[in-house]
């Protein structure tokens, strides 16, 4: 479930009364995870010029 409060543009000031204490959330995320493989490749001289082009590419845009 979602709080959600309302805030106003005024700061209301603290009465003595208040005391301001720590808000602890406890959240956990619990997933499930698969590792996948890959098929089967060959390395031909066209894949590698490929994957060369890839990372030069991804090393420009980083460089920028």
Known sequence: SVI???T???????????KQEPVV????LMIDTE???HDDYEQTPE???????????IRDIVAL
Do not use: G, Q
């Not at 106003?8 to 208040?18: F, H």
């Not at 894949?47 to 590419?57: F, G, N, S």
């Open 4 to 6: 959600a409060e309302e």
């Open 8 to 18: 106003s543009a005024e700061p209301s000031p603290p009465s003595p009364t208040d």
């Open 25 to 28: 959330v406890n959240k956990i």
């Open 35 to 37: 590792n996948v493989t």
């Open 47 to 57: 894949l590698k010029a490929i994957t060369a082009e890839l990372v030069k590419t």
